[in-house]
């Protein structure tokens, strides 16, 4: 656990713009089920709103990922609200996912939280009342002018934490993360091939590396996960992207056991028949993954964009970043926004809270989030990153935002469904099961957590 600042607490009554006992648009009323009993946000809230109570203490608890962001935001924040003081305790990944929920629990839990889209952390932040939507603060920001409907949904919510993506907004990010191809430019330019732009770039790419004696693409599977991510990448030229939205999202009769899924499915275990993941490959690490193409070992990497500052350290430029477009131009991957920030329901710092989560999200944050890594959604046609990786991440980044291509995580679709997407891809690689068997077996996870959940819902009296 890293500490940026520990300091002692102090109250802070709710003022200015908060209309007192009023529910927060969109969520239903004043409910406890929500987690909002007290006030909303009518428009933004000023400094002398943020000032007028005095002495204040906020407190946000983060994933490790964002203490580059975080170190550079505070400063910004408490010039400006010269009053507040901000305490920000970050937590590995893993951590914190195992821990949130009893945090915001507690009697002191902390003002400002990060949470994980999908069912296994969001939703029963959710359900437990423990964060407070937020729509009322997206209207009065105007952040629905900045994202797509469907980006949005994955973090909306009914109240009762039992459906997903629809509803109320519970959480928000400033930037976007995704699966592409990242390629070594010595080795392309050693084969003659242009770096690919579309799906048929792409697999033509990996065939000719492949005839020159090269290992394709370089993967590391230990994790269980990346492997998944490339049958990800492939779906995304085949299922559209409301689909598989629909589908993580539990909307009723939606199915992955479809032709486009076994079609992909199918792609990929060819692709590991033919070698072109090299071997061994689920004793790899993601990370030793990474390592071993920026040593040169595979022509291709696909992995997320976050790897972009690191490689194009590593490799001293000598790296490129696509992805592969859908027949119509427009591109689909494995990807989200960030992990969502939310607002405790239990705060008694709100103005101070929604003015951080501004400042976040604010157009002049956007060069900072850019220089510290990070892929803004704000700030569009005004952000240069340091290196030519990072620009090709951020401009493709925000073509699948306009693309509305961000299909989410399939892990996300059931609290047991990383571990069952992970132990099906390796037995898919391995030979050991079919493509159908492959869909059908994740279609069975969510089958049964979709029955769950609406035994769950109807026991508690909420959305059957």
Known sequence: MNKLR??????LALTGLLVSGCGVPGAGGTTASSGVTG????????????????????????????DATLKALVPMYEKKYPNVKVEV???GFDDLMKTVV?????????????????????????????????????????????????????????????????????????ATEYVGVFYNTDKLAKLGIKPPTTYAEFTDALARAEAAGQQPIMLGNSEKYPASQVIGLVQAQNVPSRDIRSWISGVPGATIADQGTEAAARTVQD??????????????????????FSHGQGVFLVAGSWNAPALQQSMNGHVGFTLPAR?????????????????????????????????????????????????????QGTVKADSKVVDQVNGIGLKLLADDGQNFYLDWASTTMLDTIGSRTQDLLA?????????????????????QQRQDAAAAGGTP
Not at 6 to 11: D, R
Not at 432 to 451: D, I, K, V, Y
């Open 6 to 11: 520990w300091t002692g607490a102090a109250g």
């Open 39 to 66: 006030p909303r946000i009518t428009q933004p809230v000023t400094v002398q709103e943020v000032a007028k109570p005095g002495p204040t203490t906020l407190r946000v608890l983060a994933d490790s990922g964002e």
């Open 89 to 91: 305790v970050t937590k």
């Open 102 to 174: 009893n945090s915001m629990s507690g009697t002191d839990a902390p003002d400002l939280v990060q949470g994980n889209q999908g069912y296994g952390t969001d939703g029963p932040l959710v359900k437990a009342g423990l964060i407070r939507p937020l729509d009322d603060v997206m209207r009065a920001y105007g952040w629905e002018n900045t994202f797509t409907d469907g980006a949005l949904k994955q973090y909306r919510w009914t109240p009762d934490g039992a459906v997903f993506g629809s509803g109320s907004l519970y959480g928000i990010s400033p």
């Open 271 to 292: 692709w590991a028949k033919r070698g072109w993941f090299g071997n061994g490959y689920d004793g790899i690490s993601s990370d030793d993954a990474v390592a071993k």
């Open 327 to 379: 027949p119509d131009g427009t591109r689909a991957t494995v990807g989200s926004l960030g992990l969502g920030w939310h607002i405790s329901s239990k705060t008694q710092h709100l103005p101070a809270a929604v003015a951080f989560l501004d400042m976040l999200m604010s157009d002049r944050f956007a060069q900072t989030l850019a220089d510290v890594g990070r892929t803004p959604v704000t700030g």
């Open 431 to 451: 030979g050991r099961t079919s493509p159908r068997g492959f869909a059908e077996g994740l279609q069975n996870n969510w089958l049964a957590f979709q029955q």
